[in-house]
């Protein structure tokens, strides 16, 4: 009967340890939303976001950042 216990518990562990790594994964991959500041309020997409996230600009895009065409599609609005 111990042994069943232990069995029981290990699997419970690896289990919890799975659905965090998982979780960490998830949350880790998925785009941010656009911040909530008067900066970012009320823009319309790709045109309202290029002046400051173009190449040259203050705040450019990362080089592994994907196609930049629509930028709502994946930064939604905060707030």
Same mark, same amino acid.
């Given at each position: ?11 419970? !562990? ?5 659905? #965090? &790594?998982?979780? +960490?994964?998830? $949350? ?21 976001? !290029? ?5 040259? #600009? &203050?705040?450019? +895009?990362?080089? $592994? ?15």
């Amino acid at each position: 009967m111990h042994s069943v216990r232990k069995k029981s518990v290990r699997l419970l !562990a690896v289990g919890v340890v799975l659905v #965090a &790594a998982l979780t +960490l994964v998830s $949350r880790s991959t998925q785009p941010p939303v656009q911040p909530f500041d008067p900066a970012h309020r009320g823009l319309a997409g790709n045109p309202d976001c !290029a002046p400051c996230h173009a190449a040259d #600009a &203050a705040a450019p +895009l990362g080089p $592994r950042h994907p196609p930049k065409d629509d930028c709502l599609h994946c930064h939604p609005p905060a707030g």
